[in-house]
T-cell receptor
Framework: AQSVSQHNHHVILSEAASLELGCNYS??????LFWYVQYPGQHLQLLLK??????LVKGIKGFEAEFIKSKFSFNLRKPSVQWSDTAEYFC???????????FGTGTRLKVLA | GAGVSQSPSNKVTEKGKDVELRCDPI?????LYWYRQSLGQGLEFLIY????????KSGLPSDRFSAERTGGSVSTLTIQRTQQEDSAVYLC???????????FGPGTRLTVT
């Protein structure tokens, strides 16, 4: 069965610090990978996605993620965080052509001004 | 265009009462999902609709939970004889057939007292 692990449950950073949030999945086949973000009081929205091709994916607001197949990982990065990046971040995996999405437990990021 | 909407946004109910939660997906989206979001638990898959049929109800926690979708559009999640452990945020998401990206609604926060 598919599963997604986000090992960092809470992360606190100062503004301008670099960010890397871990995401590991367990599934032997081809996968689609997603990062969603939930800002305080707002609904979940897509940050970026990987289906195929270049394993380095760029999303909105300066975020990027790298798919490393050998490590079953899809870590989220941002070189310099802002206070407005305070949110909860969810990693998700889906097998192409199937309907089910498996989400990680989320990482709460707090950025100190 | 309009996104996914859910109502009510908040619901407080007494233990033992029945509740109905509503989801209006994006027009034309054939796939619809219900998830439950509990603190520290991530997103728990409840049920998936393709059109009006629900090929996967495996995530419904008990027979107190049921859902239907009519006209390939609006969906209702019903929880009978609510229990305190049902307290959570219930999220709805829709997806256009053949496309992998889900769009989430704002959720319904259910509190069972």
């Amino acid at each position: 069965a598919q599963s997604v692990s986000q090992h960092n449950h809470h992360v606190i950073l100062s503004e301008a610090a670099s960010l890397e949030l871990g995401c590991n999945y367990s599934y032997g086949g081809t996968v689609n990978l997603f990062w969603y973000v939930q800002y305080p009081g707002q609904h979940l929205q897509l940050l970026l996605k990987y289906f195929s091709g270049d394993p380095l994916v760029k999303g909105i607001k300066g975020f990027e993620a790298e798919f490393i197949k050998s490590k079953f990982s899809f870590n989220l990065r941002k070189p310099s965080v802002q206070w407005s990046d305070t949110a909860e971040y969810f990693c998700a995996v889906n097998a192409p052509g199937t309907y089910k999405y498996i989400f990680g437990t989320g990482t709460r990021l707090k950025v100190l001004a | 265009g309009a996104g996914v909407s859910q109502s009510p946004s908040n619901k407080v109910t007494e233990k033992g009462k029945d509740v109905e939660l509503r989801c209006d997906p994006i027009s034309g989206h054939t796939a619809l999902y219900w998830y439950r979001q509990s603190l520290g638990q991530g997103l728990e898959f409840l049920i998936y609709f393709q059109g009006n049929s629900a090929p996967d109800k495996s995530g419904l926690p008990s027979d107190r939970f049921s859902a239907e979708r009519t006209g390939g559009s609006v969906s209702t999640l019903t929880i009978q004889r609510t229990q305190q452990e049902d307290s959570a945020v219930y999220l709805c998401a829709s997806r256009l057939g053949g496309v992998n990206e889900q769009y989430f609604g704002p959720g319904t926060r259910l509190t069972v007292t």
